[in-house]
T-cell receptor
Framework: AQSVTQPDIHITVSEGASLELRCNYS??????LFWYVQSPGQGLQLLLK??????LVQGIKGFEAEFKRSQSSFNLRKPSVHWSDAAEYFCAVGDDMRFGAGTRLTVKP | GAVVSQHPSRVICKSGTSVKIECRSLDFQATTMFWYRQFPKKSLMLMATSNEGSKATYEQGVEKDKFLINHASLTLSTLTVTSAHPEDSSFYIC?????????????FGPGTRLTVL
């Protein structure tokens, strides 16, 4: 069965520090992979997506993600976090957009 | 481009009444629209997939008579929560897949907050 796991429910980082949010998936073939961000009470904004090709994907707001087939992972990274990055982050997989449980990011001043 | 709107953004209703939520693709034609439900501090749960002009496909455990979905045109899908009860209170989000766009990307609406008293 297709599934996606975000192992970290909540992460706190200091402003300016680097960030990595983990996403692991279970899928029969190379999946479509997405990262979305959701601010409180808001809808979802697409940060980046991977369909094929270069495994390192650049997104908006300085985010990037790397598809690693051997690890079934698609981790989201940002070299320097800003206070405005505090939000909920969702990894999603597949044609039918199965979502992970989400990771809540808190940014300390 | 690829903007999806939802109306209303929030609604409060009495128990037993029905509520209709609209999802519109503003600048593209959407052959497929999806409805999600999100509980507080939880992930999105896919409720149903609707294709224009045909019946919606509901996920296991979602009552189709409770959550009526209509996708009457290529730019509009509606979700009607019938005989709403407090346990139906949630954040409902729709998304739309653009006709002809590759890779099945979905575009999400801003969500509708439903509170049933």
């Amino acid at each position: 069965a297709q599934s996606v796991t975000q192992p970290d429910i909540h992460i706190t980082v200091s402003e300016g520090a680097s960030l990595e949010l983990r996403c692991n998936y279970s899928y029969g073939a190379t999946p479509y992979l997405f990262w979305y961000v959701q601010s409180p009470g808001q809808g979802l904004q697409l940060l980046l997506k991977y369909f094929s090709g270069d495994t390192l994907v650049q997104g908006i707001k300085g985010f990037e993600a790397e598809f690693k087939r051997s690890q079934s992972s698609f981790n989201l990274r940002k070299p320097s976090v800003h206070w405005s990055d505090a939000a909920e982050y969702f990894c999603a997989v597949g044609d039918d957009m199965r979502f992970g449980a989400g990771t809540r990011l808190t940014v300390k001043p | 481009g690829a903007v999806v709107s939802q109306h209303p953004s929030r609604v409060i209703c009495k128990s037993g009444t029905s509520v209709k939520i609209e999802c519109r693709s503003l600048d593209f034609q959407a052959t497929t629209m999806f409805w999600y439900r999100q509980f507080p501090k939880k992930s999105l749960m896919l409720m149903a997939t609707s294709n224009e002009g045909s019946k919606a496909t509901y996920e296991q455990g979602v009552e189709k008579d409770k959550f009526l979905i209509n996708h009457a045109s290529l730019t509009l899908s509606t979700l009607t929560v019938t005989s709403a009860h407090p346990e139906d209170s949630s954040f409902y989000i729709c998304s739309a897949r653009e006709m002809g766009r590759p890779y099945n990307e979905q575009f999400f609406g801003p969500g509708t907050r439903l509170t049933v008293l």
